[in-house]
């Protein structure tokens, strides 16, 4: 059974920073990404940043181009986010996900449980 196990999150003042974990298990292959999306209430669920497992190549959401680094572990099967320079409109759920991208669209297989991550406006 694939499990995402999201951690990390916390309420933090703006301008402050969190490290988001997504220890997976259960994989019977490297999926091709992983990606971490969010969602604010009220509001669909965004794309936020995407690493592939092969070569480690990135990519961000505009918004948060400079203050987000996705980054992985590939002994600890575990995927990261560090969340810098927080801002109000940051407040979300994050969701860990594993699947498939062209860089454009994703289709994802697995999706984590989320974890909240709150910025006090």
């Known amino acids: 059974q694939v499990q995402l196990v999201e951690s990390g999150g916390g309420s933090v003042q703006a301008g402050g920073s969190l490290r988001l974990s997504c220890a997976a298990s259960?994989?019977?292959?490297?999926?091709?990404?992983m990606g971490w999306f969010r969602q604010a209430p009220g509001k669909e669920r965004e794309f936020v940043a995407e690493?592939?497992?092969?070569?480690?190549?990135?990519t961000y959401r505009d918004s948060v181009k400079g203050r987000f680094t996705i980054s992985r572990d590939n002994a600890k099967n575990t995927v990261y986010l560090q969340v810098n320079s927080l801002k109000s409109e940051d407040t979300a759920v994050y969701y860990c996900a594993a699947g498939k991208s062209n860089w454009v669209s994703w289709n994802v297989d697995y999706w984590g449980q989320g974890t909240q991550v709150t910025v006090p406006s």
């Open positions: 259960g994989l019977t292959f490297r999926p091709h990404s």
């Open positions: 690493i592939r497992w092969g070569d480690g190549s990135t």
